[in-house]
């Protein structure tokens, strides 16, 4: 039996200054802590399974940013394990000439659904 993945762009309230201003913090910190990763996976030859990620990041990061929620971290290094992967199967075809790959475009994901919930204090990531 196969699980049938799907990724869904949905659209949400207006987002004033206030979120979209979290929103960007977030994706900041998306992109720092994937391009974190995917140095230290390619440099280490880790294996790019989530239960060996998980075990390598989380800890560490949910450390030095308590603040964020823990899906954060989850979709951080289930993405960088995504991009190693497809770069090193890339890479044994010979269709790459770089030595890392490259994190562009970031998109925040979160491997479980979960509803953001915004107030004027924080913002809350419920399962």
């Known amino acids: 039996m196969k699980t049938l993945k799907r990724t869904v762009k949905l659209e949400g309230d207006f987002l004033n200054e206030w ?6 913090e977030v994706e900041e910190h998306q992109r720092k802590f994937v391009n974190e990763m995917i140095e ?14 998980h075990e390598r990041f989380y800890n560490h990061y949910k450390e030095k940013y308590p603040f ?8 951080a ?20 000439r770089k030595d890392k790959p490259e ?16 107030n004027k204090v924080s913002v809350n990531v419920l399962t």
Do not use: C, D, H
């Not at 280490?44 to 239960?51: E, H």
């Open 68 to 75: 964020l929620p823990s899906r954060v971290i989850e979709g």
């Open 103 to 118: 994190y562009k475009r970031v998109m925040i994901t979160i491997p479980n659904m979960v509803n953001w919930r915004f």
């Open 40 to 53: 230290v996976i390619l440099s280490k030859r880790l294996q790019t399974t989530r239960k060996k990620l």
């Open 19 to 24: 979120k979209y201003r979290v929103l960007r």
């Open 77 to 96: 290094y289930v993405v960088a394990g995504r991009i190693v992967k497809s770069f090193r199967e890339r890479k044994k075809k010979g269709l790459t």
